[in-house]
């Protein structure tokens, strides 16, 4: 890699991150067409810059609310777009993604930005449903009507399948014993 | 020539989710002149940040013995570099009492091996973990992201204490 050079991590539906190696200069759908993510001439996925975290600055009486994340011009360069070493890119077909969480009995439901990780949902989720600081973080998401629980840095845009929801459940976890 | 387990944990250092970890200094490699004399496959030195407390590193080392990875989780300690061993206890770091964190690194049972799923001694020696704990049953589709992962939130947790 050359001083040129930009690592780049890129994210899309139902695939593994990868690492993307681009210079400033090139167009974003060009670096994209080259790690696979987009196919030439393909206009119908959104693709968003950076991670969003505007959930965890929401006010607390804001009831369904939504992030207001952007997909960018992907016929833009990395270096206008202002996309640097080591920013995440993700691709979604999904503009935004419908998200409910579960607690107690209670529901929860926002719309995020595929670029979004669970890491935010959950703290988000924690501070919804009022959980007390000190133990809030023994709660982490499961999905719904499963066993599975997504790692805290995966982008909910890698989550989805064919509808662009996602459904989970704020659990404690588990102490190992025996 | 390097064996197939060792091939794919090189692989999996490569990956974006690894390397992203590395970038915002969540866990690494420690550099290699720090490392002990003779260390081959399936030893593996890799360091986690642990939230600042007083008196306590921001880093702890670990020593996985990671053969037959991914079939299998790796199993390992913690490491001193400075002497070239385990850990201490004395030194480990400490959890709420009762809380999941004092479980995993708990100190009253095997020294060499955490207490959790993801660790390979752990798991053989308590397969009710496969019904109890599902969700952390290791695959061959996790890696060593997830690995560090696990470890990297319980050192950021409120219940770790220091050390």
């Given amino acids: 890699m050359t001083n040129q050079e930009l690592e780049i991590f890129v994210h899309g539906c139902g695939r593994?991150?990868?690492?993307?190696?681009?210079?400033?200069?090139?167009?974003?759908?060009?670096?994209?067409?080259?790690?696979?993510?987009?196919?030439?001439?393909?206009?119908?996925?959104?693709?968003?810059?950076?991670?969003c975290d505007e959930a965890l600055s929401e006010p607390d009486e804001i009831e369904e609310g939504a992030d207001m994340h952007t997909p960018v011009d992907i016929d833009l360069s990395l270096e206008v777009l202002g996309i640097k070493q080591h920013h995440h890119v993700h691709c979604s077909p999904c503009r935004n993604i419908a998200v409910e969480v579960n607690f107690t009995g209670k529901t929860k439901r926002r719309?995020?930005?595929?670029?979004?990780?669970?890491?935010?949902?959950?703290?988000?989720?924690?501070?919804?449903?009022?959980l007390d600081p000190p133990t809030a973080a023994e709660y982490i998401l499961q999905f719904c009507n499963s066993t599975d629980q997504p790692r805290s840095d995966k982008h909910l845009g890698e989550l989805v399948r064919e509808q662009c929801s996602l459904c989970f459940d704020l659990v404690k976890e588990i102490t190992p014993q025996g | 020539m390097e064996q197939p387990d060792q091939r794919l944990f090189q692989e999996d250092l490569m990956s974006a989710e690894y390397r992203a970890g590395v970038v915002r200094d969540l866990w690494g490699l420690p550099s290699l002149e720090v490392l002990p004399e003779g260390l081959t496959w399936p030893n593996v030195i890799l360091w986690i940040a642990a939230a600042a407390r007083p008196h306590a590193p921001e880093r702890f080392y670990i020593l996985l013995d990671a053969a037959g990875y991914r079939a299998v989780p790796p199993t390992g300690a913690f490491w001193?570099?400075?002497?070239?061993?385990?850990?201490?206890?004395?030194?480990?770091?400490?959890?709420?009492?009762?809380?999941?964190?004092?479980?995993?690194?708990?100190?009253?049972?095997?020294n060499s091996a955490f207490y959790h799923p993801y660790?390979?001694?752990?798991?053989?020696?308590?397969?009710?973990?496969?019904?109890?704990?599902?969700?952390?049953?290791?695959?061959?589709?996790?890696?060593?992201?997830?690995?560090l992962e696990e470890f990297y939130s319980l050192l950021n947790s409120g219940d770790y204490l220091g050390t």
């Avoid at chain 2, 973990?129 to 599902?134: I, L, T």
């Fill in chain 1, 16 to 51: 593994k991150p990868q690492v993307l190696i681009a210079t400033p200069g090139d167009t974003l759908r060009i670096a994209l067409v080259r790690t696979g993510f987009l196919k030439e001439g393909q206009n119908d996925i959104l693709v968003f810059a950076g991670e």
């Fill in chain 1, 111 to 130: 719309r995020f930005s595929p670029s979004a990780t669970v890491g935010v949902v959950a703290q988000w989720a924690r501070k919804k449903f009022h």
């Fill in chain 2, 80 to 110: 001193d570099l400075s002497t070239r061993s385990q850990l201490d206890i004395a030194k480990r770091p400490k959890g709420k009492p009762g809380s999941r964190f004092a479980r995993v690194f708990r100190t009253d049972w095997n």
């Fill in chain 2, 119 to 147: 660790d390979r001694v752990a798991a053989q020696s308590h397969p009710g973990w496969v019904k109890e704990q599902p969700h952390l049953l290791w695959t061959d589709c996790h890696t060593i992201v997830d690995y």
